[in-house]
């Protein structure tokens, strides 16, 4: 069965701080993606990392895969309170590609506070 | 990116009843959509693949009679949750995988159903 586990599940921190969510895997997948999601909203993709070794950054938010480790980290600068919400990461449930549904992860909810 | 819409965006009703949920592609043709639900402060759970012009296909668990999925069209999904019960509550979410996007899966995911059963 394939798991996604993500840690911490809660995590509340101060403005300016940097922190670091880890997503480890248990499939050999070569994919993985992180969303946004805030109270009482859908998903909002923020990542898409598509090989061993990627690195993506967007603002204060900073991606990365190792598919050797299966792990990806979402890296957190400088917080800001606009950043709290309910982060998730998701894997394909078939490596290799093809239309297949994602497994996530259970989510870390952050909370930034001033 | 590809624009995913959701109708309607909450929905309260009687115990017994049943309650439809659309999803539809509005700038690209999706040949498969995903249908997910979650519940409070929990993760997202798949619940089944919805193909065009061919039956769904169900994860382990959930019950196909009660949840009917229709893929008549490229653009347009629905869900029918039938006989609902409180215990079907939840925040439903389709997504669909945009195929000009290449193969590497990226789904784009709807603004989500919150389904109220009293």
């Known amino acids: 069965e394939l798991k996604v586990e993500q840690n911490p599940l809660f995590l509340s921190m101060q403005e300016g701080k940097n922190y670091t969510i880890y997503c480890n895997y248990s499939?050999?997948?070569?994919?993985l993606y992180w969303y946004r999601q805030d109270p009482g909203k859908s998903l909002e993709s923020l990542f898409v990392l598509l090989s061993n070794g990627a690195v993506k950054q967007e603002g204060r938010l900073m991606a990365s895969l190792d598919t050797k480790a299966r792990l990806s980290t979402l890296h957190i600068t400088a917080a800001v309170h606009d950043l709290s919400a309910t982060y998730f990461c998701a894997v394909d449930r078939i490596s290799g590609g093809g239309a297949d549904g994602l497994t996530f992860g259970k989510g870390t909810h952050l909370i930034i506070q001033p | 990116g590809a624009v995913v819409s959701q109708h309607p965006s909450r929905v309260i009703c009687k115990s017994g009843t049943s309650v439809k949920i659309e999803c539809r592609s509005l700038?690209?043709?999706?040949?498969?959509m995903f249908w997910y639900r979650q519940f409070p402060k929990q993760s997202l759970m798949l619940m089944a693949t919805?193909?065009?012009?061919?039956?769904?296909?169900?994860e382990q668990g959930v019950e196909k009679d009660k949840f009917l999925i229709n893929h008549a069209s490229l653009t347009l999904s629905t869900l029918t949750v039938t006989s609902a019960h409180p215990e079907d509550s939840s925040f439903y979410i389709c997504?669909?995988?945009?195929?000009?996007?290449?193969?590497?899966?990226?789904?784009?995911f709807g603004p989500g159903t919150r389904l109220t059963v009293l």
């Open positions: 499939t050999t997948s070569d994919r």
């Open positions: 919805s193909n065009e012009g061919s039956k769904a296909t169900y």
């Open positions: 997504s669909a995988r945009d195929p000009g996007t290449g193969t590497y899966n990226e789904q784009f």
């Open positions: 700038d690209f043709q999706a040949t498969t």
